[in-house]
């Protein structure tokens, strides 16, 4: 478990330096990296439970997803600010990378079984966005509707 701890210290470390370099300062910044903590610790407890791969992937992307969606509201910026750089530790790298080698040295089955891992990783990504954004936004426009429809100013974000 220790080695658990010390790989979502490097993602933390890790997506500081990327968050520097999309230009988030101060808090935005550390709150960006600490999504990106969690995107990894997420990971980590769904590969440790015996969970199949792609499941964690999509898990772990509703965990972060939430988070920014929640970090958004509550310090009033931009979904993507902490989105991006979040789902930074769950990208399939190294997969794309080796699939990219197959191809190249005409390894048909390996390019083609590691392209399929990919590609359903990078789908379990982007649903796991798709979900929580789309819940989201039917659950911000449900409370502005049902708040004017009571007579109450909606609150704006």
């Known amino acids: ?9 490097y993602v933390f470390i890790a997506c500081l330096g990327f968050g520097v370099i999309f230009n988030l300062r101060g808090k935005n910044l550390v709150l960006a990296a600490l999504g990106a903590t969690l995107s990894w610790f997420v990971y980590l407890l769904c590969t440790g439970a015996g969970m199949d791969d792609t499941l964690c992937y999509f898990v772990a992307t509703v965990a972060i997803a939430l988070y920014s969606e929640g970090m958004a ?3 009033k910026s931009p979904v993507t600010i902490y989105l991006v750089v ?7 790298g190294s997969k794309i990378y080796y699939t990219m080698e197959y191809g190249m040295a005409g390894d048909t089955a390996r390019f083609l079984q590691t392209g399929l891992e990919t590609c359903k990783i990078a789908g379990a990504i982007v649903a796991g966005i798709a979900l929580v954004s789309s819940v989201a936004r039917l659950t ?13 100013p909606a609150q704006s974000r």
Do not use: A, D, K
Not at 1 to 9: A, H, K, R, V
Not at 86 to 92: E, I, K, M, N, T
């Open 73 to 75: 509201r509550l310090h």
């Open 140 to 152: 911000t426009s449900f409370w502005r509707e049902w708040r004017r429809r009571r007579g109450r």
């Open 86 to 92: 979040s789902f930074l530790p769950l990208v399939p």
């Open 1 to 9: 478990m220790n080695g658990s701890y010390l790989q979502c210290l």
